[in-house]
């Protein structure tokens, strides 16, 4: 298990490469990893509190990826509060809190608002399996949770709905998240959505898409 201080390169190494990759734009789009309690590794910290006292490494709020660096990188408990860093975490850190919460196979959170698939979201707008990689990666079509108020609980508790089942979704107006059991899986997930939204809209476009035999759920 990583310490923190390695957990918070990856995060930052992950999020600088989602925004070159142009899956976040601005300062949207934020990732955050678990760290089970007893697992800080290098860190001495205070007593967390929160959900049976695991903390997450998460991406801070409203700030520029381009200059920013692993001090940077917010560690909470799950509760939101803060146990190191000088920043806020992001607003959307309640959605990350209920994924974990939910979901104990989840270690790693990625959302992006990535054009393609977020094109699809906001028209609610489900993206069927067309692509092989969408079957053991994404574990099937994309769906499209609820919308709710931006920085809400709900947000969260929307995707947990799918991501009971799924490894990634369409979040209603809003954009995606992806998960895994590591970051480098969630982020992986998060890839192949893009990808698999920026396929489909130019099948759409010349054609009409034909879904993999066995899955016209
Ligand atoms: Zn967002």
Not at 151 to 158: F, L, P, T, Y
Not at 193 to 216: N, Q, T
Request: aromatic content about 6%; proline content about 5%; some cysteine.
């Amino acid at each position: 298990m990583r310490g923190l201080s390695e957990g918070k390169q990856a995060v930052l190494r992950t999020a600088k490469k989602a925004y070159r990759e142009k899956l976040m734009a601005g300062t949207s789009g934020n990732m955050s990893m678990l760290i089970p309690a007893g697992m800080e590794g290098d860190a001495m910290l205070p007593q967390a509190g929160g959900c049976h006292g695991s903390l997450m490494i998460i991406t801070p709020s409203s700030y520029d990826y381009e200059i920013m660096e692993e001090k940077d990188i917010v560690v909470t408990d799950l509760e939101g509060n803060v146990i190191e860093g000088c920043h806020r975490p992001s607003s959307e850190w309640r959605m990350h809190a209920e994924i974990y919460q939910h979901l104990p196979h989840v270690q790693a959170v990625v959302h992006t608002h990535s054009p393609y698939a977020t094109s699809f979201a906001v028209n609610h707008q489900e993206i069927p399996v067309v692509l092989i990689e969408m079957i053991p990666f994404l574990k099937g079509k994309l769906e499209v949770s609820a919308y709710a108020e931006q920085g809400s609980a709900q947000v969260g508790r929307n995707a947990v709905e799918i991501l009971r089942r799924k490894n990634a979704c369409l979040m209603a107006n809003h954009g995606i998240v992806a998960v895994g059991e590591s970051l480098e899986s969630a982020y992986l997930n998060s890839v192949y959505v893009e990808d698999a939204a920026r396929i489909y809209h130019r099948a759409l476009v010349c054609g009409k898409p034909v879904v993999i035999p066995g899955y016209e759920e």
